[in-house]
């Protein structure tokens, strides 16, 4: 029996987050993996040029660049830093060369800053959703000429509904798909992550439109687990260990045109204490049980 | 000023968990309110006719009753409790004096028993939402001429995706809505619950669907907080807490020709542990200040 071809199959950085950059790349080399997704503050880091060579050097290629976005502010010295730093990440992404820059939009403004819940005793919050996301719209339409210039597509995340208050008001892939659709396919596209939209009972349906717009960039894989971790942010497990429909799901992104890569981006903690070696052969592994036949 | 009419206000008793069905009438009346929600076990407990009598000799209604339906079962014996169980509950409902017989649909079938996540050494789980949320069709089909019979209405939660895998594969008001089309509105509809909804790009839509499709049964309403709870179930805030914008969605469902009660049903250990007189007390207020001006 041959080995399964796993050139297809891109570690994001973020499952091996306690690993430099090195180490990550050398994890997914070892691994025969054929891609590695990267974080900003990585390749800053490192520098974006010297980052691009690490993972050159490997026979790698860089499947996207987490990640931009955060464009809910509602005050101009917000937005004009929203504008500057999101401007940085387009340059980043074109010089560490990857086309695709994953973008996590930002939940209600009042609470973007990292620990400040809305309070009863901390005065009037905004909660409004429907303007809220306008303004990610008018973000969007600042942003994308700059991306154009850079031949670097914004790529928009829903996140699953439990984000929606503080991480993003992207919360289906429709509504992604809706945000896109004043910009050329080539500059603002989506991304379908499993654990935010496996639950989605219009999936099939915008997975199918998704590739007929020509706008699905990337292919994220990651399984929901129960139960949910102290930080619900960190309770993704990996592929087959929890409740999602990998090979009906990983047929609808293959009937739907994308040929790209498949990355694996996990945050829990568990994992992250384990080697880094072992977690990129496990996402091989995995990806080659539950993804591969399917697409 | 002239107290607010708190006539369509309903203390749902799940909020009062620990009061008996008499404490709990008595804190609803006392606080002024209209109506109570019922919970099945309590109905049992106090036997549906004595139960009735309690919530009318306060002058109360009972706004609806919670809960049937866990319908996702794939084998003969699983499918013929849940319809027998089910029929119970239409039969309690009527007796009760409600029309309104709140349905939670169950989530993916190996994991609907308590305590039972899916785990890798535990053998295959069934994944398939798709196969489940058709079999949810089905025994909607089953019990839909039962509850015609009895003038009861199945009424369909959508529960947040959260809860998409261990509770309820019905995700959306949209979705809830689709599954309703079939069977007559007098005898499937569909709750609005704040909680459960409020993150949901085309919740305007589907409320206003809703209202011109004669199946909006219920509004609920309580506030999405965060940090989630370590028990997530139990991460609901009083109306005004959190992040859900309650003026926005009250006017859709005042504009969508809802004019039933709004019942506030609050799971959290902290307002658990509360005199039930001044939950009930917090939630007319909240009702007053939050919901009400724009119904």
Redesign the interface.
Known sequence: MSAPDLSRCSLNTATVKHASLTEAVEAAAGAGLGAVGLWRHQVQEAGAEKAARIVSDAGLRVSSLCRGGFLTATDDAGIAAALEDNRRAIEEAATVGTRELVFVVGG?PA?SAPGQ????DAGP?D????AT?ARVADRLADLAPVAAEHDVRIVLEPL???F???RAV???L??AL?LAAPFAPETVGVVVDTYHV?????L?ESIARAGREGRIASYQVCD?????A?E?LNSRGHV??????FP?ISRWVAAAGYAGDVETEIFNEEIWAADPRRTAETVGARYAAHVLPHL
Chains 1, 2 share one sequence.
């Open positions: 209600l609470v819940g809305p309070r009863p919050q909660r409004d959703i429907v996301r699953h509904p439990m929606a208050a503080d992207i919360s289906t429709g509504q809706d496996w639950w989605d009972p219009a099939e929901w687990v129960l139960p949910l102290a619900p087959g260990d929890g409740y999602v429909d009906t």
